[in-house]
């Protein structure tokens, strides 16, 4: 079994800001939509049925867990949760609090404008409000 | 609590081929890919984390025996699973296979073109498919 290792694409569009037992949560450096990525630490997996049982089972609860703190922390009126990687074939689910004031609603958010890039004070406000919301088994990541 | 009725977009663009326990099998009428939703039968609903713990449960397991019978029935390179809901206000999780020679590829679907609805026959084939596939505790649903 090969070690677990990020893919580039994610390392560098993401933000490490914690981890759950099974998956890294990446802020995704996109400040138009409170935007994260979940990715199970294990190596060689691009759907999520390649994963052991116990693992899925794992996914679906940290991305509820990940899921209820996103609607409380943001306010979200709406979540989108989606598996895709067809670009990037190692498996991150997307989940993103959207609004129906945000730039691209109501349609996806994928491709749809370039990414903004977040100043650092943003990151570390983001790190802060998830923090405070002491997520179930979620051990943040300083930046 | 109010009755589940499958929301008018659904109804219009998906052709109910099956039901799990928990949510309705719905073939999107769109012949460019195989293309599936499922819709947890409560009513209400947005996001999954609105549903009760044992149901959102059921639903996870539903999705993978699901896409574990897509991957198999389809050959699928890539499954897209994702649950979106901006424009149709009603929980239904998108469980699309996906190839490198389909007409998106690599983007995501929604939006890219406009739909291709199937000749009769051609989703008389996909029920006979996926019948034959036997999926665990899905009955399907005759045309």
Redesign the interface.
Known sequence: MDKFELHPDLQRDGIAIGAFPLSLVLLINDSAYPWFVLVPQRAGI????ELELAD??QL?EES?LF??AL?QVFAAE??????????T?QLHVHHIV?SSSDAA????I??FQPMRPYASEEIDSVRQRLAAAQVESLVMIDG
Do not use: C, E, H, T
């Open positions: 691009k759907d999520a049925i899925y089972r679906s509820q899921s209820i609607r709406k979540l989108n949760i989606a598996a895709l990687g067809n670009m074939p959207r609603w109501p349609k996806p994928w491709g």
